[in-house]
Structures are given as C-alpha cells and as structure tokens.
C-alpha cells in the first residue's frame, strides 16, 4: 500500500532504510536475514507479526505452555529492528508516576525479566542500578512530591521503593524523604542533588529498581533459544521465523461451528471458530489465531486503529563522555544511575529525556528526548529512515548542562568540565524549541558531545495512554483469533513481557488460565468508546510530553 493509500493516520509499513541503531551495531550472526524455511509456510497453529520485546517474549511463553504448536512469526525487517532495537536502553518501572496497581504490574514485570536474564544468563549488559529522575522545574516537582507523600501514607510497601531528594536552602543541606533504613551512611550522603550529578535541579526522586540493558541482544537471545528448540531430539511442534517479511494485510473466513458442551452438560453450544490469512509479498500463510505485536505500526493492518494507536517517531544518541582519564589506568566516566531528565523551569511539562551509560571501556552515554524540538512533535511519523537535526543538536548539546559529567565529581562539582583538560565542542547550530518558544532561565555552561550513533524508532502511542491486550472484535476490524498487544506510549519494557504473557494465557484460554493485567489494558468496546472520548493524541501530547502524567492532578 502506497503511503498516498493511507487513510488519514493510518500508519504506512516499516520503511527498508531505517536509520542506524547503536544497538545494531553487533547484530547476531544467525538471525539477520533468517528464514527458518526457505519457502513461507503455508499454514500454522499461531502466527505472530513482530519480533521485538513482545513478539519475542509471546512466541517464549507459548512454546513453553504448549511445545507442540507450529509457531510463525513474520517480521517486516530484520529480527527486533524496530522500537525494541531502538529505544533508549531502559528498564524501569514507574512506581509513583502510575496508578498503584498498575505500578505493582510494572514492578513484577521488571523483576520478571530480571529473573529471567539470571537464570538464562543471558548476555545483554543487564546492569541493575537505581534510577535518578531529576525535575528542572519547581511547579512539576511540587505536584510529583505531592503524589508520592501520597503514596507513603496509602500505599507504603511500593513507596519503599522510592526516595524523594529535595533542593538545598540557604546552603544547607536538601531533606530526604522515603529512603530505606538499610541504606549506609555514605550511600545516604551520596543522596543529594550534587552527589547524584545533578546540582542545579530543583528535586529529585530516586527508585531503587532500575536497569540498563542491550534491548537486542536480550530479544536475539530468546529468539535465538526459540530456534535451538527446533534441533532437540525428540521435539514437537516448531518456532518459524521469517524476517524480510512484511505483513500485508490480513482477512479472515468463517468455518463450521464447533459444538462443545461446557460443565459436561448434554446441551452442545456452537463455537464459531475462523481461519485467518496472513498476507505478504512471498505468499500467505493460513491459521486459527494471529497475534499483532505491531505497537507503532498496528493501523496498517487494522485502520480502525488509526486514533487509538498513533505512530510517534523519538530520537536516541549515543554519545562520547566529554573528558577521558589522564592516565590509562584510571577508570573512565561512571555516573553510577540511569536518569530521566523531566521539564523546564519556563515549561513543567515539555521535556521528557531519559539517559543511561553503556559500560567500560567506551562509556558511551545513550541519551534520548528531545521530542519538543521535532517537526511536529514527531506525532503520526512512521518512517524511521532520517533524523531530526534540531532533536540531535539538542541531544548533543543539552546533556551537559543537566548532568554533571566531570570525571573529578564531587570535588569541584560540575564546574570541572569546563575547566578540565578537555577541549569544549561549540554548537554550530541552536534547534528552535517547536512547543514553547519562552526564554529558557539561564544554566551552567552548555558543551557539546560528539555522537558515535544517531536515530530514530517508532512508538505506539495510545489514545488512553495504556496498552492494549486482548482479543481485536469485529467492530475494528478483528474477529474470532485475531489478538493485539501493542500502544505501550514509549513505556514498552516495563510492560511489554507480562503483557505478551497476559495476551498469550487469554490465547489459550481454559478456566484455570490465570491472567495477570490492570483492567485499564483489557481491548474491549467499552473501552475503545471511552477513550474516543478522550482528546486526540496529538492535541494532549502539544501541551508537553508529561502532561497525560502530571497535568491534569
């Protein structure tokens, strides 16, 4: 389907040039450009489109409940080329940013995959750390220590998870509230806004469970594993993977009712069943149960999708620490946390950037953002082929000044850059803020870092910003067997693996089919009308990238 086909926010398919990942940058060997089978097979018991965090984590759980079903899952580029290749690096579950229950959701879906990557062993550079969320603006962080004093009063056992860290007054020393005891005096001292590297925030929250990781590598290991599973002796049933494949469309047919008779009564009820066929340029394939795991793409295949799953394009650098050691000997750059960096003093809602350090020796510092500066905010982009200059001058230029990346911090503070060994990079260029044009409050000195990589991937933002699991009714464009897990709105690790899991127990339903889900993910029609209630994606996402989270409390 030609882009001039598309109905108005229909997303178009994966463009075949995306931009270059740092997380490609090692692709594995026996996944790129894979075709379990030469020929597309021309049937199978479940067909899953999509190979990221959720394809790959649905295709797991369902051989693992059921190994002898014939799995396929088809893929419009290379396996996990999409948003799970391309995000910032992440894991971290938003503890006071959402409600409660859905807060425990994301906590157990963290230690899920956390327990998962341990028990595997898988090689992903899982680095568990604690997550530093600094607030440059005084307005987001009152409203944001309001809701976690909040969740101390009511909800104590997840508010252990998270400190509040609170500005200096009058050079004395910030409060901190919420940490837990066994924390050692040196580690509650490193608790303030200078030793957590951002000595010019106004206040900051500090959960404890928090993670870096090659996303890639971690969805090329459970692919991977998926595949020797085909070669055990003795092994029923197989896992089909076919990349290079893009899905088309999709139609379904009705066929004979079959008659069951629930409770082991001798009245025989009809279950209307279907078979669906999967379509793509190398031919079709025919099954009983179709799982989209196409978060930022899903209108392509189901148009009644367009206003409740909007493809919305971020944009990720990799960046060079701004000093190296003196002396090869000496350890480079570590800033110890992941970071979210969250709004402006000027604007308490328009930035949303979010930071982490790849290991020793090169260190790089993947930071990602700065969406307030993209050609539309980059809302209903889906072509991931080129960058946004003004986003990867922001991203090059404003790190430094938000945190403290000298490596003698805590003797001279974040000073030290600008009066260390190392030679500043001047900015060429300003990028001109799309949403709020209103003069920034001036800050330290800005220097910019040189980038090893720059690009962008397509989020699937919701409507209702929750996801959505379950099975797709007829009404938008589903039907017996067609199921949806997609719309994680940039917040896909947290979610994604429990969801895939929650979509494939409802797949395979039974009564003792425990589905573990916040009912505000559950796909139904009910929901579908409520959140068509709501604004627009693109009229609540122009009022600042927090807004959803913070501005209407």
Same mark, same amino acid.
């Given at each position: 389907?030609?882009?001039?086909?598309?109905?108005?926010?229909?997303?178009?398919?994966?463009?075949?040039?995306?931009?270059?990942?740092?997380?490609?940058?090692?692709?594995?060997?026996?996944?790129?450009?894979?075709?379990?089978?030469?020929?597309?097979?021309?049937?199978?018991?479940?067909?899953?489109?999509?190979?990221? +965090?959720?394809?790959?984590?649905?295709?797991?759980?369902?051989?693992?409940?059921?190994?002898?079903?014939?799995?396929?899952?088809?893929?419009?580029?290379?396996?996990?080329?999409?948003?799970?290749?391309?995000?910032?690096?992440?894991?971290?579950?938003?503890?006071?940013?959402?409600?409660?229950?859905?807060?425990?959701?994301?906590?157990?879906?963290?230690?899920?995959?956390?327990?998962?990557?341990?028990?595997?062993?898988?090689?992903?550079?899982?680095?568990?750390?604690?997550?530093?969320?600094?607030?440059?603006?005084?307005?987001?962080?009152?409203?944001?220590?309001?809701?976690?004093?909040?969740?101390?009063?009511?909800?104590?056992?997840?508010?252990?998870?998270?400190?509040?860290?609170?500005?200096?007054?009058?050079?004395?020393?910030?409060?901190?509230?919420?940490?837990?005891?066994?924390?050692?005096?040196?580690?509650?001292?490193?608790?303030?806004?200078?030793?957590?590297?951002?000595?010019?925030?106004?206040?900051?929250?500090?959960?404890?469970?928090?993670?870096?990781?090659?996303?890639?590598?971690?969805?090329?290991?459970?692919?991977?594993?998926?595949?020797?599973?085909?070669?055990?002796?003795?092994?029923?049933?197989?896992?089909?993977?076919?990349?290079?494949?893009?899905?088309?469309?999709?139609?379904?047919?009705?066929?004979?009712?079959?008659?069951?008779?629930?409770?082991?009564?001798?009245?025989?009820?009809?279950?209307?069943?279907? +078979?669906?066929?999967?379509?793509?340029?190398?031919?079709?394939?025919?099954?009983?149960?179709?799982?989209?795991?196409?978060?930022?793409?899903?209108?392509?295949?189901?148009?009644?999708?367009?206003?409740?799953?909007?493809?919305?394009?971020?944009?990720?650098?990799?960046?060079?620490?701004?000093?190296?050691?003196?002396?090869?000997?000496?350890?480079?750059?570590?800033?110890?946390?992941? !970071?979210?960096?969250?709004?402006?003093?000027?604007?308490?809602?328009?930035?949303?950037? !979010?930071?982490?350090?790849?290991?020793?020796?090169?260190?790089?510092?993947?930071?990602?953002?700065?969406?307030?500066?993209?050609?539309?905010?980059?809302?209903?982009?889906?072509?991931?082929?080129?960058?946004?200059?003004?986003?990867?001058?922001?991203?090059?230029?404003?790190?430094?000044?938000?945190?403290?990346?000298?490596?003698?911090?805590?003797?001279?503070?974040?000073?030290?850059?600008?009066?260390?060994?190392?030679?500043?990079?001047?900015?060429?260029?300003?990028?001109?803020?799309?949403?709020?044009?209103?003069?920034?409050?001036?800050?330290?000195?800005?220097?910019?870092?040189?980038?090893?990589?720059?690009?962008?991937?397509?989020?699937?933002?919701?409507?209702?910003?929750?996801?959505?699991?379950?099975?797709?009714?007829?009404?938008?464009?589903?039907?017996?067997?067609?199921?949806?897990?997609?719309?994680?709105?940039?917040?896909?690790?947290?979610?994604?693996?429990?969801?895939?899991?929650?979509?494939?127990?409802?797949?395979?339903?039974?009564?003792?089919?425990?589905?573990?889900?916040?009912?505000?993910?559950?796909?139904?029609?009910?929901?579908?009308?409520?959140?068509?209630?709501?604004?627009?994606?693109?009229?609540?996402?122009?009022?600042?990238?927090?807004?959803?989270?913070?501005?209407?409390?």
């Amino acid at each position: 389907m030609s882009e001039a086909q598309l109905l108005k926010g229909q997303s178009g398919l994966p463009v075949d040039n995306p931009t270059k990942s740092y997380w490609h940058k090692e692709p594995s060997a026996r996944l790129l450009g894979h075709r379990t089978t030469k020929e597309l097979p021309r049937s199978a018991d479940v067909v899953i489109v999509g190979s990221g +965090i959720t394809g790959s984590f649905a295709a797991h759980y369902l051989k693992e409940k059921q190994p002898d079903l014939d799995v396929v899952m088809v893929e419009a580029r290379e396996a996990c080329w999409g948003a799970t290749g391309r995000n910032g690096g992440h894991c971290q579950p938003a503890i006071y940013a959402s409600l409660p229950h859905i807060a425990s959701f994301e906590l157990r879906n963290y230690f899920e995959l956390k327990d998962l990557v341990e028990r595997f062993s898988i090689p992903c550079d899982w680095r568990s750390t604690s997550g530093v969320h600094a607030f440059y603006s005084a307005e987001l962080f009152k409203i944001v220590h309001e809701g976690v004093k909040d969740l101390i009063d009511e909800y104590p056992d997840l508010a252990a998870n998270v400190a509040v860290v609170t500005k200096s007054q009058k050079g004395g020393e910030g409060s901190l509230e919420g940490t837990p005891a066994y924390l050692l005096e040196g580690e509650r001292k490193e608790l303030t806004l200078d030793g957590l590297r951002i000595p010019h925030a106004e206040g900051a929250i500090v959960q404890w469970n928090a993670a870096s990781l090659w996303p890639y590598k971690l969805v090329a290991f459970v692919l991977e594993h998926l595949l020797s599973a085909n070669d055990e002796e003795g092994s029923k049933g197989s896992f089909n993977l076919q990349t290079n494949t893009p899905v088309t469309g999709l139609s379904r047919a009705e066929t004979s009712p079959i008659f069951s008779s629930p409770g082991g009564s001798n009245t025989s009820t009809p279950k209307a069943t279907s +078979i669906w066929t999967v379509h793509t340029p190398r031919g079709t394939i025919a099954t009983p149960q179709v799982l989209l795991a196409t978060n930022g793409y899903t209108s392509h295949l189901l148009p009644q999708f367009s206003d409740l799953i909007v493809p919305t394009r971020g944009q990720v650098s990799s960046l060079k620490p701004p000093e190296e050691p003196s002396s090869p000997s000496d350890p480079p750059l570590d800033i110890k946390h992941t !970071y979210y960096i969250q709004g402006e003093p000027s604007d308490p809602f328009s930035r949303d950037d !979010y930071l982490i350090q790849r290991p020793p020796p090169t260190a790089e510092l993947v930071f990602g953002g700065g969406r307030q500066y993209a050609k539309g905010r980059g809302i209903n982009v889906w072509d991931d082929s080129t960058i946004d200059e003004p986003v990867a001058w922001y991203l090059r230029g404003e790190l430094s000044s938000a945190v403290d990346l000298s490596l003698h911090h805590g003797a001279s503070g974040i000073q030290s850059q600008s009066q260390s060994q190392s030679q500043p990079r001047t900015s060429t260029s300003k990028p001109e803020d799309t949403t709020n044009k209103a003069k920034q409050t001036p800050g330290p000195k800005k220097q910019d870092l040189e980038p090893t990589h720059e690009w962008t991937g397509i989020m699937g933002y919701s409507r209702d910003w929750h996801p959505w699991v379950g099975a797709v009714p007829e009404t938008l464009g589903g039907g017996d067997g067609l199921w949806l897990c997609a719309g994680y709105t940039g917040h896909g690790m947290p979610n994604a693996v429990l969801s895939a899991k929650a979509a494939v127990a409802m797949m395979r339903g039974g009564p003792d089919v425990r589905i573990d889900l916040p009912p505000e993910y559950e796909l139904t029609e009910q929901r579908v009308a409520a959140a068509r209630a709501l604004d627009q994606v693109a009229d609540v996402d122009a009022k600042g990238s927090l807004f959803a989270d913070w501005g209407v409390r």
